[in-house]
């Protein structure tokens, strides 16, 4: 279960930021080392620490990620592409949300969480697909994000088709993409 939980971090970690030593310096405030023995589960992390950690994902992307640890403790073997498998759901869920007319999607500048100087130092220059289901109700909101690299701006603002058809196209392709190259590897 907490190998699954790292692994889905990692991959957040990895899409957001240059490396997780300055994840951890900067965002984190912790040591590496710290870090290092919370993954080999040596260690638990302070609770203020984990709660900046779990603030790299929305809500209901939270809630996601408990479900695929849950799915990895009945099927053990689904802990083998944990990631991929988290991924996958997600942009089938923001599929499903976008076909229902409910939802909305959006391109979000970067928003950081650091002093403008060293932001360029620890953040990956990436776009952020927002996908939102709206209930009306303020602070209910459901949020899938997608970081993904900042070459995707240029095409969606290129693409001949609106926003909400881009997504429809291309998110899980273009979501997965570096999933399947880092499994590949």
Known sequence: MHQALVR???????????????????????STEVW???QKGRS???????QKMKGLF??????????????????PEKRNYVVSEYKRLKAIIAKKWLHSDEADVE?????????????QQVMKHT???????SYGEWGYDDILEFFMPAVIQQQIEDASV???????ENLEDTYMADEVSAQEE
């Open 8 to 30: 889905i971090v990692q991959d957040r970690i990895q899409e957001q930021f240059i490396n997780e030593e300055l994840f951890c310096k900067h965002y984190l405030q912790i």
């Open 36 to 38: 290092w023995e919370w």
């Open 44 to 50: 638990n992390l302070p609770a203020d620490v984990m």
């Open 58 to 75: 929305s809500d209901y992307e939270w809630m996601l990620v408990q479900k695929i640890i849950r799915q990895t403790i009945l099927f």
């Open 107 to 119: 391109l979000v500048s970067k928003k950081s969480h650091f002093p403008r100087q060293s932001e």
């Open 127 to 133: 776009v952020n697909l927002r996908v939102v289901m």
């Open 162 to 168: 609106d926003l909400l058809e881009w997504v429809d």
